[in-house]
């Protein structure tokens, strides 16, 4: 037992490196922190592209829910289609704050936030 928990520890502990990662070297990111240190709204046009297409695949978890029931079903085994409903909202949401220069800022931290949670879940189930 103490060996699984010491690889499950592990697997956690690199599941929230590479979430960080990953997330640090998204195009919107990098504006988001460039907009953020300079204190200058940035209106370049792949952030707000990237928080449509964010906020666009968060829309389509309401009409096709089934298609992204089987990747919610790997993080929240239970009441997968109450999570996959919750997940489209926040990808909406995070990506709607992403394509607005005014509050990329915020949408950077959400999704680190929710990128994070959902290595967590994936981590733990």
């Keep these: 037992k103490v060996r699984q928990l010491k690889i499950a520890e592990k697997q956690k502990s690199k599941a929230t490196h590479v979430a960080a990662a990953v997330a640090s070297r ?3 990111v990098v504006t988001a922190k460039t907009a953020y ?6 209106t370049s046009v792949l952030p707000k ?8 695949t968060g829309l389509a978890h309401f009409v096709v829910p089934q298609a992204f029931e089987s990747i919610t079903k790997l993080a929240f085994p239970e009441n997968t289609r109450e999570w996959t409903y919750a997940n489209g909202a926040s990808e909406t949401l ?3 704050a992403l394509s607005n220069s005014r509050s990329r ?5 959400g999704v680190v936030a929710y ?10 189930a």
């Design 37 to 42: 240190k300079t204190g200058k709204a940035t």
């Design 49 to 56: 592209l990237i928080g449509l297409g964010m906020a666009g």
């Design 94 to 96: 995070i990506g709607l």
């Design 105 to 109: 800022v915020y949408g950077l931290i």
């Design 115 to 124: 990128v994070g949670f959902l290595g967590r879940r994936v981590v733990q």
């Design 26 to 28: 998204s195009p919107a």
